[in-house]
């Protein structure tokens, strides 16, 4: 067997897998098992996007496209974010890329030196700690604590920076704790980001989910920040297209041109027909959309009342995506304990909150993108077994 390459070492495979492999082995061997663990929506992809894909191959749509992206979804893109988000891009401003997983390595490859520091939310989706470390930049996290409502907290995030530090990466609505950051906290992380200079990546990808008439604000409308702004967004969860792998950057063009470099050399372009059917998604996906996330705020709100129903157990009423961040500090285990102790006797797969950094320590993450059914025979067996580990 061959050594990998050093840089491998900051490689870890991703903790969320293993569970959920667990979670898959159980339900092999005949049990089962309620998956709350996944980050993926349960709805098929509406018909309307299907059938696009279908007639774009039928059409012999079947060749390379620009690096870029094809010009009709570059432009659906630009005009999306200019009437919804607020922010006046042009198609030269858009990069197609394989998901937002692409985006952020793309985006990290052509900005970061090793040595950068890039500011990243604890807890975080771990892809923005470990593809810093691979090119040899230093992920710093800021928390995101619940006595805060998961709020940035300023005084702390501006604490982290020092002269090495080059990037500041957001997530709104947020995985793992499904929290929008209010346009405050936007506003005063603005300020923060041109007092300092810094590049902000801002993940974006649950933006449609959100609930109870909450709105996701985008940073690059906030003046002065589009210059400094790679705003990443995709399908995947929002239309339901987790395996579609399709998803976009835009950015000033100067910057734009630098992503594309590293996308050319791994990915070429996006696959043909997926992007003629991203853009009927984008162009008639709405109501599709919002079928979904009424589905989503009824299984949520479900949810939550049963959980703050548990004998010491406690979350906050997430306002968007699909996961709720579980208090169970009062049962006095690590969380990875009380997610295998919940997959053994509840058979319910859950991640714990350790799996996305120290500040998720004494949490676990639980997915609603499950069934209403499935949720409602989740809680009942969780309270059961969360009563069975107190007695013991
Ligand atoms: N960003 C966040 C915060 C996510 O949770 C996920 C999926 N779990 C992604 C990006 C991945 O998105 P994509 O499927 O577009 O690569």
Redo the contacts with the bound molecule.
Sequence with gaps: MFNTAERMDKLPFSEIRVMMERANRMQKEGIDVIHMEI??PDFDTPDVIKDAAYKSLQEGHVFYTSNYGTPQLRAAIAEKLTKENGVAYKPEEILVT???????YASMAAFLNPGDEVLVPNPV?L?YIHVPEFFGAKPVSYSLKEENDYQIDMDELESKITDKTRMLVI?TP??PTGTVQSRETLMKLADIAKKYDLIVVS?E??EKLVYGGVKAVSIASLPGMKERTIT?N????CYSM?GW???YAAAPVEMIQALVRVHQYINTCAASFVQDAGVVALREGEPYVQKMVAEYERRRNYAVKALNAMDGISCKTPEG?FYIFVNVKSIGLPSAQIADYLLDHAHVAAVPGSAFGSEGEGYIRLSYACSYEKIVEAMGRMEKAFAELKKN
């Design positions: 980050g993926r394989i998901g937002v997983g692409e985006g952020t989706w892809n997530n947020g995985n993940d990808i649950y990443l995709g399908f995947s969860k987790t792998r399709l998803g995506a």
